[in-house]
């Protein structure tokens, strides 16, 4: 069975530094994708970024970026010149089309407090 | 373009009550999932449906059920409601036939069961 696994409940980081938030999944399958999705208070979940497991490039969209080490099962979301409006609860997700269920497998989740 | 919208907001039951939770998907997704986010237990998935079809789902018992309309729209339906049903539930959508795309959630419907 596919697990995923956040080790770091809560985190916090002062505005305009660098946060680091870790993920390890567990899996057998060589096709996968992983996700980071984003929920600030307003609950709203919001994709942060993608990565397909077959690609030996980390994904990046901005600030944000991963670093996808595929032997050690590990996908960690960087996140650079952090912003208060990054406060937010941080879910690493993971899903594979081999069983045709296409469901997304989460962590428990980061909550992220940016400080001013 | 407009998002996963969801519908209602909130939403207040007794145990032994029905509810009824609806979700549009972004325009041209024809998959929708459903997901429980409950204090404690994290998000787990529900139920998967495409094509008007329930293609899979999760270890929940059979009061929870659904169906996708025509226009692609969804409705989540628990019965019997118990107490430990209060969650957050949340409507993602994805693209026809693009398996491992991005599923775009929707802001979700609380369910408080007194």
């Known amino acids: 069975a596919q697990t995923v696994t956040q080790s770091q409940p809560e985190m916090s980081v002062q505005e305009a530094e660098t946060v680091t938030l870790s993920c390890t999944y567990d899996?057998?399958?060589?096709?996968?994708?992983l996700f980071w999705y984003k929920q600030p208070p307003s609950r709203q979940m919001i994709l942060v970024i993608r990565q397909e497991a077959y690609k030996q490039q980390n994904a990046t969209e901005n600030r944000f970026s991963v670093n996808f080490q595929k032997a050690a099962k590990s996908f960690s979301l960087k996140i650079s010149d952090s912003q208060l409006g990054d406060t937010a609860m941080y879910f690493c997700?993971?899903?594979?089309?081999?069983?045709?269920?296409?469901?997304?497998?989460f962590g428990t989740g980061t909550r992220l407090q940016v400080f001013p | 373009e407009a998002g996963v919208t969801q519908s209602p907001t909130h939403l207040i039951k007794t145990r032994g009550q029905q509810a009824t939770l609806r979700c549009s998907p972004i325009s041209g997704h024809t998959s929708v999932y459903w997901y429980q986010q409950a204090l404690g237990l994290g998000l787990q998935f529900l139920l998967w449906?495409?094509?008007?079809?329930?293609?899979n789902r999760g270890n929940f018992p059979p009061r929870f059920s659904g169906r996708q309309f025509p226009n692609y729209s969804s409705e989540l339906n628990v019965n019997a409601l118990e107490l430990e049903d209060s969650a957050l539930y949340l409507c993602?959508?994805?693209?026809?036939?693009?398996?491992?795309?991005?599923?775009?959630f929707g802001p979700g419907t609380r369910l408080l069961v007194l």
């Open positions: 993602a959508s994805r693209l026809a036939g693009a398996r491992g795309e991005t599923q775009y």
């Open positions: 899996t057998s399958e060589s096709n996968y994708y």
């Open positions: 449906y495409d094509e008007g079809e329930e293609r």
């Open positions: 997700a993971f899903m594979t089309p081999v069983y045709n269920t296409d469901k997304l497998i």
